[in-house]
């Protein structure tokens, strides 16, 4: 027998059909070992992760396991990117595989799973290292600095590699909004019939708005003019290149009106079902045989199609380690298992086959128009564009708004010299408008900009800064909450992950791992060393001094399960006196008496247990705990009528 490891259930039934008898095609249902969830995992000097199987990943391993010691050949087929590289290294360590066969696929096709059957590789080391050293610096970054931050603002929060600064693009955002003052200005248009001219108006080099609405008005009278230019031109419109991943998500938000999270779901079933290839790239290219397929499909029906092929050059930063994404079959019309599952085929398939058609052709025609006033020239210019050649736009529209360069307006085919005569003009009052909020599409399009995260995180980026409520959604728009501004604050010049420039290095030094050209420790020794530096100047400046001794304390702001009491200040790290004082618009006011130790002792260590009621979730609670809970006593009584707790009655 031969054990074909897959990374998804969804795709076992599909290629188990494809390999036929004398396999067995199972998944790990992606990875099956992390980090320790309850410690760092990584210690200096070699910063070796230490890790452990997950919940679900020893029950995956445990039947791994037994099918692996029937296999005569075990193939291990996760994705064909980082994760799916260190989920293949993680499979062979955890199984004791002695030589299993590596391959990988973009596209799940009965022609493409053999073709990588029958070129199996060996595990790619310098992948899983940089994946691991993607997975190290989240958790250190995580775990040094989430408690100082917690501490310091009395609030449980997180701080992440990437995640912050995608916070902190948002807030910086929102703060811009904000401070935004509106500038009123204004525009001349001259109606002459059918078609309009724009002023041009008197600025001086250090202006960008005109704003004498008297001179405006002024202008706007003018009615007889010169002809001073005709020009006529051409304008080309060439097609988009294939999606990237991004691109999708971006495309997808603003046609289809889909969240990042829920595009990367659909298009996984689409790709696991066979109909397009793998959806993680940052390549806008597609294969020679792709495009050959293409460019044959055009020819069938009708379209023309460039020559030779349209190429596009690499972004920066891009790996370009799998082509663009794009169907499988060119010729399916139709795909997936959902309206929502085919608009998305639909738009992936015609994407794919513009990229190749002919760029639209736009005849234009610009006018100069002039006149004087008051002794000052006055220019008007009218500009207007007619198809000439609808190339790759009679199979569809952009899936992106496109500025074109000239709105549609016949201007008329005038020569040098001859007079016109405007019906009417008008004043149009415009105001300046801050920069639009962030949708999650481009706040996308924003980190890729910025070379933060890659195109297997950027979606879980924007949901994950969602989930932990440091930014919400307002009509499909981002805004910055009170936490995550206050994460921005405690952390904006004070932690170097959160500044742009750092997050893109850090991601071009693990895309160099991945490469076989950097080293991991020294960049993991690097970044620790850094941020326990960046960490110890943190808690001395969040620090305050006890007003009985003197000593430093972290502040630990804490309220009560009842959610009535008042905050207070515990200066844990003061030895001496363990005072506690009450929290007075912010900082330790009057000293308070220590809470009374309860008569009431825990079954099980002997320390004392405390009353704990309140209501969450419109639920009321009503219990006993143990004060030795921190130390891994977890014992709970139920509360008696008269509010005593009940031994009887043990949780």
């Known amino acids: 027998m031969k054990l074909f490891i897959v990374e998804s259930p969804g795709k076992v039934k599909k290629i188990q059909s494809m390999l036929g008898n004398g396999w067995t095609v199972e998944s790990s249902a992606g990875h099956v070992r992390d980090l320790p969830a309850k410690e760092m995992g990584v210690a200096a000097p070699d910063f070796t992760p230490q890790y452990e199987p997950t919940e679900r990943g020893a029950e995956v391993l445990r039947k791994l396991s037994e099918l692996a010691a029937q296999a005569d050949e075990i193939y291990l087929a996760t994705d064909p990117d980082r994760e799916g590289e260190a989920i293949a290294w993680h499979l062979a360590d955890a199984l004791k595989l002695s030589s299993p066969k590596r391959i990988t696929y973009t596209e799940i096709t009965e022609s493409a799973v053999k073709e990588a059957v029958a070129r199996p590789r060996g595990i790619d080391r310098d992948l899983v290292t940089a994946q691991a050293g993607r997975r190290v610096l989240d958790r250190i970054c995580g775990y040094l600095v989430s408690g100082p931050l917690s501490q310091a603002t009395g609030n449980r929060l997180s701080a992440g590699r990437v995640q912050s600064p995608a916070v902190r693009l948002v807030v910086e955002r929102e703060r811009v909004i904000r401070a935004h003052q509106p500038i009123t200005h204004y525009a001349v248009q001259l109606r002459f019939g059918d078609w309009t001219a724009d002023w041009k108006p008197w600025l001086d080099d250090d202006e960008k708005y005109f704003t004498d609405e008297a001179a405006a008005q002024r202008v706007a009278q003018v009615h007889d003019l010169e002809v001073a230019g005709c020009r006529e031109s051409e304008?080309?419109?060439?097609?988009?290149?294939?999606?990237?991943?991004?691109?999708?998500?971006?495309?997808?938000?603003?046609?289809?009106?889909?969240?990042?999270?829920?595009?990367?779901?659909?298009?996984?079933?689409?790709?696991?079902?066979?109909?397009?290839?793998?959806?993680?790239?940052?390549?806008?290219?597609?294969?020679?045989?792709?495009?050959?397929?293409?460019?044959?499909?055009?020819?069938?029906?009708?379209?023309?199609?460039?020559?030779?092929?349209?190429?596009?050059?690499?972004?920066?930063?891009?790996?370009?380690?799998?082509?663009?994404?794009?169907?499988?079959?060119?010729?399916?019309?139709?795909?997936?298992?959902?309206?929502?599952?085919?608009?998305?085929?639909?738009?992936?398939?015609?994407?794919?086959?513009?990229?190749?058609?002919?760029?639209?052709?736009?005849?234009?025609?610009?006018?100069?128009?002039?006149?004087?006033?008051?002794?000052?020239?006055?220019?008007?210019?009218?500009?207007?564009?007619?198809?000439?050649?609808?190339?790759?736009?009679?199979?569809?529209?952009?899936?992106?708004?496109?500025?074109?360069?000239?709105?549609?307006?016949?201007?008329?085919?005038?020569?040098?010299?001859?007079?016109?005569?405007?019906?009417?003009?008008?004043?149009?009052?415009?105001?300046?408008?801050?920069?639009?909020?962030?949708?999650?599409?481009?706040?996308?399009?924003?980190?890729?900009?910025?070379?933060?995260?890659?195109?297997?995180?950027?979606?879980?980026?924007?949901?994950?800064?969602?989930?932990?409520?440091?930014?919400?959604?307002?009509?499909?728009?981002?805004?910055?909450?009170?936490?995550?501004?206050?994460?921005?604050?405690?952390?904006?010049?004070?932690?170097?992950?959160?500044?742009?420039?750092?997050?893109?290095?850090?991601?071009?030094?693990?895309?160099?791992?991945?490469?076989?050209?950097?080293?991991?420790?020294?960049?993991?020794?690097?970044?620790?060393?850094?941020?326990?530096?960046?960490?110890?100047?943190?808690?001395?400046?969040?620090?305050?001094?006890?007003?009985?001794?003197?000593?430093?304390?972290?502040?630990?702001?804490?309220?009560?399960?009842?959610?009535?009491?008042?905050?207070?200040?515990?200066?844990?790290?003061?030895?001496?006196?363990?005072?506690?004082?009450?929290d007075e618009s912010g900082k330790p006011g009057s000293r308070q008496e220590a809470r009374k130790e309860s008569p009431y002792k825990c079954p099980k260590c002997g320390r004392p247990m405390y009353r704990r009621q309140g209501e969450t979730k419109g639920r009321r609670y009503d219990f006993w705990g143990c004060s030795g809970y921190k130390e891994g006593c977890k014992v709970t009584l139920q509360s008696r009528p008269d509010g005593s707790p009940d031994s009887e009655n043990r949780r």
């Not at 689409?270 to 806008?284: K, N, P, V």
């Not at 895309?511 to 020294?522: F, M, T, V, W």
């Not at 850094?530 to 430093?552: I, N, W, Y």
């Not at 630990?556 to 506690?580: I, Q, Y």
Request: with cysteine.
């Open 235 to 582: 304008y080309h419109s060439s097609p988009p290149a294939p999606f990237t991943t991004s691109e999708l998500l971006q495309a997808a938000s603003a046609t289809l009106k889909l969240n990042p999270g829920k595009t990367m779901r659909l298009a996984q079933r689409l790709f696991e079902a066979g109909h397009i290839t793998y959806m993680r790239t940052d390549s806008s290219n597609i294969s020679g045989e792709a495009l050959a397929a293409v460019r044959a499909w055009c020819a069938e029906h009708g379209l023309a199609y460039v020559s030779p092929p349209r190429i596009w050059p690499a972004g920066d930063g891009a790996q370009e380690a799998h082509e663009a994404i794009r169907p499988t079959h060119i010729e399916v019309e139709e795909a997936g298992g959902s309206a929502e599952e085919m608009a998305l085929y639909e738009m992936i398939r015609l994407r794919t086959i513009a990229s190749q058609m002919e760029d639209a052709v736009y005849a234009v025609r610009t006018l100069q128009l002039l006149d004087d006033l008051d002794g000052r020239p006055v220019e008007f210019t009218a500009k207007g564009r007619t198809l000439v050649s609808a190339g790759w736009r009679e199979l569809a529209r952009n899936d992106q708004d496109e500025e074109e360069p000239e709105p549609d307006n016949p201007v008329p085919k005038l020569t040098a010299g001859q007079a016109v005569v405007a019906t009417n003009g008008k004043v149009l009052e415009k105001k300046t408008r801050p920069p639009a909020r962030y949708t999650e599409a481009s706040l996308i399009r924003e980190l890729e900009k910025l070379g933060i995260g890659r195109p297997s995180t950027y979606a879980a980026i924007v949901s994950m800064i969602l989930d932990r409520g440091y930014v919400a959604t307002e009509q499909r728009h981002l805004i910055a909450t009170e936490l995550g501004e206050t994460v921005v604050d405690n952390l904006t010049g004070n932690f170097s992950f959160v500044d742009y420039e750092f997050t893109r290095v850090m991601e071009a030094s693990l895309d160099a791992i991945a490469q076989g050209e950097g080293d991991y420790r020294s960049l993991v020794a690097d970044a620790y060393a850094q941020l326990q530096d960046e960490v110890d100047a943190f808690r001395r400046k969040t620090c305050v001094h006890c007003p009985e001794c003197g000593s430093l304390g972290l502040r630990h702001l804490v309220r009560e399960a009842d959610g009535k009491n008042p905050r207070f200040w515990n200066f844990w790290a003061c030895d001496d006196c363990k005072a506690t004082f009450a």
